[in-house]
């Protein structure tokens, strides 16, 4: 990386100074013209005025003697050559004896019109710098009617002198240049020296090939899973957004590019609160929508300080409703268990009775024993018409006996649900009144009440136990987090009440809390789901 560096630096430092080169080039024909124009004019102009070059340019054939005067002044002045011409710019005298004879072009001049010019014209195929000046006739001016007539022009003189070469404007130039490049160059060098240390500390070491194949190898990766990841830096950007993460918390193509502040995520106030916390989260519980995520945070740490965090997220809205069943075909069999206790103790008593013969006794045991469970099928099942929910309440009924809790059905009917209904129905109940057993026996409560009821769109669950109730700063809380007064993790413990809000969110209804004598939990589940409406 240094080398290619230096090598880019090297490379602007030529073509720098090769710009430098041009320029200064240019500089120098401005600052020869500028330098000698003035100094050919004046010479041109005291070689016009001379008496002799005025008399023997008036006669015809010039004298030849005029070439020493024009020698004479191309030494003085530093002229490359000097001509003497006639009124039409024909050579007449010149210091370069070849260029007798041919015609110096006077177009640009005006010269010989009597004006005085200096500028750049062509000789002989290379450019050369020039001053014309007009030669007068020496004799006295004629009179006419009108006045005096000015001395008519008999002459130009020309004193050119050319630019120098393009190797001896280079020649002047190179010390400067050569010191340049080599105060370039050494700069340069310190230059990609710094920059690749500065480089190689900013990227781990890495060279670009390998940040490149780096950078691909994460995209491939963060594709791939099918956990959510996202990362943000120490100053609250998101570095990482994978598409996972996006469908997770339901967030648009459009929003939460890289480098967008997390802040401005559309998402509620738990989540946000989970990517820019501080420390280590593991296995937490979030309810986004219609899913109940589990979401783990790691602080990235790099030199002894953090530079950002990465959280996972994991759908396990399907796990927790197997989950959910599995516990309903649990508490089944804890109920099944619980009545072969039962029914084993009872066998046990009418076995005694027989052995001692009290026959009446063993009659009016059985009566009483078949009247209570009458009394239990027929105190669900007349109120409850679906099967599958009247099965569930029976077992939850015989499983809080057990545990020496009453369960009062409260102005409680309900018809016969679809199957999907039911299973919601179910799931709902189930989870609300194994919550509330478990809070009413921690509280030493005694009864549990349940109302089932059915509108004319919806089916409404309450359930109000008999113990200590919700803490009123965890209400606004409760189903957001999943909250539990047991320890949350994410084999399902804790997330009972989540999975309650989600089957009602997913068919379009809500659940709430609120204390009287203890917790009041309402569920509202509409009759048609709205994921299939």
């Known amino acids: 990386m240094a080398g290619q560096f230096l090598l880019l630096q090297l490379t602007i430092l030529l073509i720098a100074l090769a710009v430098a080169s041009v320029a200064s080039l240019r500089q120098s024909e401005a600052d020869f013209r500028a330098q000698r124009a003035v100094p050919l004019r004046v010479t041109a102009q005291d070689l016009a005025n001379l008496e002799v070059v005025r008399t023997q340019l008036s006669q015809r054939p ?15 002045s530093g002229a490359t050559v000097v001509h003497l011409t006639d009124a039409q710019g024909r050579i007449l005298v010149s210091s370069d004896p070849t260029a007798v004879g041919r015609r110096v072009r006077l177009d640009e001049s005006g010269a010989d019109q009597g004006r005085t010019w200096s500028g750049d ?30 001395p008519a022009q008999v002459g130009i003189v020309v004193v050119m002198d050319d630019y120098p070469s393009l190797a001896d404007r280079a020649a002047d130039l190179l010390p400067d240049l050569v010191r340049f490049l080599g105060l370039g160059l050494a700069l340069g060098l310190i ?16 060279e670009p090939v390998e940040i490149a194949a780096l950078a691909d190898h994460r995209e491939a990766l963060l594709r791939s899973v099918r956990e959510g990841v996202v990362a943000v830096g120490a100053d609250g950007v998101i570095t990482v957004l994978n598409d996972s993460a996006r469908k997770l918390l339901d967030l648009d193509a459009a929003v939460g590019a890289e480098g ?28 986004v929508g219609e899913r109940v995520l589990v979401a783990n945070r ?18 396990r809205t399907e796990l927790l409703a197997m989950q959910s069943e599995l516990t309903a075909r649990e508490s089944i069999t804890e109920t099944l268990r619980a009545q072969t206790h039962e029914f084993s103790n009872q066998l046990h008593m009418i076995s005694g009775l027989v052995q001692l013969e009290a026959y009446d006794e063993v009659s009016a045991l059985i009566g009483t024993l078949t009247r209570r469970r009458a009394e239990i099928n027929e105190l669900v099942t007349a109120r409850v018409l679906d099967p599958a ?48 057993i478990d809070a ?94």
Not at 264 to 270: E, N, R, S
Not at 408 to 432: C, E, F, I, R
Not at 459 to 468: E, F, H, K, Y
């Open 121 to 150: 014209v062509q000789e002989r195929g290379r450019t050369a710098l020039a001053a014309h000046a007009p030669v007068f006739d020496a004799g006295a001016a004629t009179g006419t009617p009108d006045g005096p007539r000015p």
């Open 440 to 533: 009413t026996v921690a509280a030493g409560g005694r009864r549990i009440d349940v109302q089932l009821a059915v509108t004319e769109d919806a089916v409404a669950v309450q359930v109000l136990d008999t113990g200590s109730g919700v803490p009123p700063e965890a209400v606004d809380e409760i189903f957001r987090r999943g909250w539990s007064t047991k320890p949350s993790d994410a084999s399902g413990r804790g997330v009972g009440l989540a999975l309650v809000q989600v089957v009602c969110a997913r068919r379009g209804g809500h659940v709430s809390v609120h204390n009287q004598q203890g917790a009041v939990f309402t569920a509202v589940l509409p009759m048609t789901s709205r994921s299939t409406s």
């Open 298 to 315: 790691n602080p990235v740490r790099y030199g002894g300080r953090q530079v950002g965090a990465v959280t996972t997220l994991r759908d």
């Open 260 to 287: 967008t502040p997390v802040a401005d995520l559309p998402v509620q106030p738990q989540v946000l609160d989970l990517l820019t916390g501080g420390g280590d989260q593991h296995d937490r519980v979030l309810v």
């Open 62 to 76: 010039v004298l030849q003697s005029l070439t020493s005067y024009a020698e004479q002044f191309r030494r003085r």
């Open 389 to 436: 929910v009247a099965a569930l309440l029976i077992a939850k009924i015989s499983l809080a006996a057990e545990r020496g809790i009453e369960v009062v059905l409260a102005d409680t009917v309900l018809p016969h649900l679809d199957p999907d209904l039911s299973a919601d129905v179910g799931t709902v109940l189930g989870n609300l009144v194994d919550n509330a």
């Open 191 to 206: 230059g990609a020296w710094l920059l690749s240390r500065l480089v190689k500390r900013r990227t781990r070491g890495l």
